[in-house]
């Protein structure tokens, strides 16, 4: 039910966004966004069954731009800085378990 | 020279000493890094003071020399950038233990801009966390204070570049809005804050928090400069396909004064309801009476959808976060927190460790909003709402060329005041949120002081309607002539 968030679904959402928490932590964000989502139900108030959803303003034409690569000298750099790279590779733990079967 | 000699300075009056030849690109820059070391253990404005390659910077336009003929506008003036705003080589943190360290590949366009106007980039100011804030205080590095009272907020997002401002640790710097960061923080702090309208500066290398919201916007000790600047970073940019095909900004469209007085300024009376400060409403209603004096029309106008606006971008706003906030993994770029595990394990224990409560609070709320089964409950309808601010925006421009609000609700609070309680730090953008959501350009003035705290005006215009709010702007400052902000910092200590 809208409006209505429960610690279970908190949970979930949690898992999904890829954050853990202490359960005194998850019940801290749980009372939060219960708050905070029981003010949208202000917005039942209104009659919207008719008006079209705007999912970006924009006031002009978007432009279309030539569709070329373009040289780009800056990979070294992007390299350099992330946090485990190997020659032109980022670095990153185990992505498939050894004893997982692949489907 | 020394500081209080600029008190009053556009940058005009910079570029006429460097034309007589009695200032350098140098010893200016000497001088605000002075200021920085002065008050900035006490403000904590900057997050990153660019010292070595500013000076090396300023040298370099030295030996170069001013070609008077062609000098670009900016020559050898310094400017404090917003710690979300991409700078080769400088380290860009948005505030967040996440990006700590993390030393962008590349320019966002406006620094090009700024840097090819001959602008030299002082430092990176201090904001909240992803800019998902109103005082500054969900910064990871620790809150900024306010210049007039350092028990006090500076507003936020953009604090740091208000507060370096207000104190002129800076003569210029660049914010950003969403919802309003750029112009609650110039209005706690008595200097000016542009809000753009939506798609006219260029978004690239600007960290993205809600793309559909978020715009670079100017901010300035003078109207003046705050258009100096906007001439400088407006205007077409490939690279964002969101950024309007136009030419930059032009003071050509700023209307002439004669102009000006025939101006109707439509007042929503929604933005003058009880929640707001009675001594706010006062001091507007005063500058009210002055314009009506001077010949401009003052007429009472609705925004019905005004009060939904709020809720609307609170499902809006976090939504797009959520969404852009996935590519913090640990894996390109920032914080990664490795150890045993999978890639899966290695995924949350860099998000856990490297966000703050208030990013972490916004990501939940936008991955509900956003979850199966409640996104025609919320995202949808936020959309819908969206639709009913801007119509409601619409109709009012057919009845007066500009609108005349308070920025804020409240004065500067007091650092604590607000941030047990989520919601009522959201109210602090309650005014500045429908304007961000129609995409259309707001600014900040200041337009007086009480008990020693700036009053912040809020002047809303129609989409790329700059130009008729920059006349008023200035009109408006004219009459006003209140000194510009130099506050005593540490003065005001109460015991």
Known sequence: MPGHVSLEEVRKIAQLAKLSFSEEELTRFFQDISDIIAHFEKLNELDLEDVSPTSHISWSQPPMNPDEPVDWQGSDLVLKHAPCAAGRYFIVPKVVEKEEKLS | ???????????????????????????????????????????????????????????????????????????????????????????????????EGYIPPYNATVIERLEAAGAIILGKTNMDEFAMGSSTENSAYGPTRNPFDLERVPGGSSGGSAAALASLEAPLALGSDTGGSVRQPAAFCGIVGLRPTYGRVSRYGLVSFASSLDQIGPMARTVEDTITLFEIISGRDERDSTCAPYPPFSRAEIPQEEEVRKMIIGLPREYFSEGVDSRIVGTIEEVLKGLEKEGLTIREVSLPHTSYALEAYYIVAPSEASSNLARYDGVLYGLREGGEGTLQDMYFRTRTSGFGAEVKRRILLGTYSLSSGYYDAYYLKGMKVRTLVRQDFERAFQECHLLITPVSPVFPFFLGERTKNPYEMYLADVFTIPSAMAGIPALSLNCGYVDNLPVGLQIIAGPFQEGVLFGLALFLEQMLSLPLPLPEIGQQRRS
């Open chain 2, 1 to 99: 020279m020394n500081l209080r000699d600029f008190r009053n300075f556009t940058i005009r009056d910079y570029q006429d000493l460097f034309a007589k030849g009695e200032l350098v690109p140098r010893e200016l820059l000497t001088i605000f890094l002075e200021r920085i070391r002065e008050v900035d253990s006490l403000l904590h404005a900057f997050l990153f003071v660019n010292e070595d390659r500013a000076f090396a910077r300023a040298q370099k336009l030295e030996e170069e020399g001013r070609d008077r003929s062609v000098c670009p506008p900016l020559w050898g003036i310094p400017i404090a950038i917003k710690d979300n705003i991409c700078t080769l080589g400088i380290p860009t943190t948005c505030a967040s233990r996440i990006l």
